[in-house]
């Protein structure tokens, strides 16, 4: 047997974090985004890229688990690949890659797990830019206008044309990053400000809007998102025939405050009861959206443990599905959904409630229509109030 070339590049992949920010209960490069986990995602790109030794930095007790994702990503390249045991901060992690880095090995790369779809032509652009330069950075223009804020008022603009989105990978001689490293006296938000620290030139590449930080239960949503639209094979599935999902929704009166239905206030009118404002209209539209494109439901999106959403009305709730929804490859044709209730008397504000979940949805037209249940049931008798949903996708 030929033995494998040792490659001169190493990239140490940073996946010790506990993802405390994200609240979805494990170490957050373990997390699913669909079959497999954001660990599993970040290292296709990883070895998508130049041949290279690749440390994977893991959670302290997870050190198994990780292993066994690199070992089934890795295939025939797992003798280049060794797993080492993530510190407290970021910079004792990286720290303990570094340390597992084998001595044929000048240039190395550190990125963040939690970047887990960057592409491999960011990898392949840090790399190419290291022959000139001791350090190299990908980023992303800043486009938001950027204020300077003290005490809850604005003291001053920011030229955002001087600004830069820092990414990962950052590259590095690996000289200099061990100096840097060996001779920091603080913790540094990134490598290449330490290394910048050290008095080193660091240079910029293009980066990527693929290559965000899985921070938040709202990036984590993005991501899924965009791996159902693109999945790991990197071509689009076919998606030439419009998609149909059906969503239902069932709430009891009994809440506190007042009743919102289809978008809608409704005073005088007993409330529902709910984690967030109890619509069962709006609800039932959004797991028809996220059923029709293949993203789970509304409990995935906007369950208990969501409590951004607690108490929030249907513009949220839509819009925020409508996002999922385009990012992951598809428009809204159109929506309808049926009410079944005694109360409120729907017929005089039908318009205004489709108007309403039009404009949440981005203006993608919304049919509503009501109707009793001739005594029958729980909402023949006043308990509560059902919802049926059917949702149109066209490819975007």
Do not use: C
């Amino acid at each position: 047997m030929t033995p494998i070339p040792v490659p001169h590049i190493a990239v140490i992949v940073v996946a010790a974090g506990s993802g405390t920010r994200l609240g979805a209960g494990a170490p957050k490069a373990l997390v699913g985004l669909d079959a497999h986990s954001v660990l599993r995602h970040a290292l296709r790109g990883v070895f998508a890229a130049p041949e290279s030794q690749v440390v994977v930095v893991a959670p302290p007790g997870h050190e198994g688990t990780v292993q066994t994702e690199l070992r089934e990503e890795a295939g025939p390249r797992f003798d280049l690949t060794s797993v080492v045991t993530g510190g407290s901060t970021r910079q004792e992690s990286v720290a303990a890659g570094i340390a597992a880095l084998w001595a044929d090995v000048d240039t190395v790369l550190v990125h963040d797990a939690a970047r887990a779809l960057t592409p491999p032509e960011v990898f392949a652009r840090v790399i190419a830019a290291l022959e000139d330069a001791p350090a190299v950075l990908p980023v992303l223009p800043v486009v938001d206008t950027i204020k300077r804020v003290a005490d809850g008022e604005v003291v001053g603009p920011v030229d955002r044309a001087e600004l830069g989105a820092a990414q990962t990978p950052q590259g590095f001689r690996r000289d200099v990053l061990e100096t840097a490293y060996r001779t920091a006296t603080h913790e540094f938000t990134d490598d290449a400000a330490l290394v910048g620290a050290a008095g080193h030139r660091v240079v910029t590449v293009e980066g990527s809007p693929r290559a965000f930080k899985i921070t938040t239960a709202v990036d984590l949503d993005r991501a899924r998102a965009l791996v159902a639209a693109v999945p790991a094979t990197g071509e689009r599935p076919p998606a030439a025939a419009p998609r149909v999902g059906v969503g239902t929704d069932v709430h009891a009166f009994g809440g506190d405050g007042a009743l919102w239905l289809a978008g809608l206030e409704w005073p005088g009118e007993r409330a529902l009861s709910g984690h967030s404002d109890g619509d069962a209209a709006a609800h039932a539209i959004v797991d028809a959206l996220l059923s029709a494109a293949g993203l789970g439901d509304i409990g995935t999106h906007f369950g208990t443990g969501r409590p951004e959403f607690a108490g929030a009305h249907a513009e949220v709730f839509l819009a925020h599905t409508a996002a999922l929804v385009a990012a992951a490859g598809w428009r809204i044709g159109n929506v309808s959904v049926q009410l079944q209730a005694l109360r409120p008397i729907f017929a005089p504000r039908r318009a205004e409630a489709e108007a309403a979940l039009s404009a949440a949805l981005g203006g993608a037209p919304v049919s509503v229509a009501a109707t009793t249940t001739d005594g029958l049931g729980f909402t023949g008798r006043g308990e509560g109030v059902a919802a049926t949903a059917v949702a149109l996708l066209l490819p975007a």
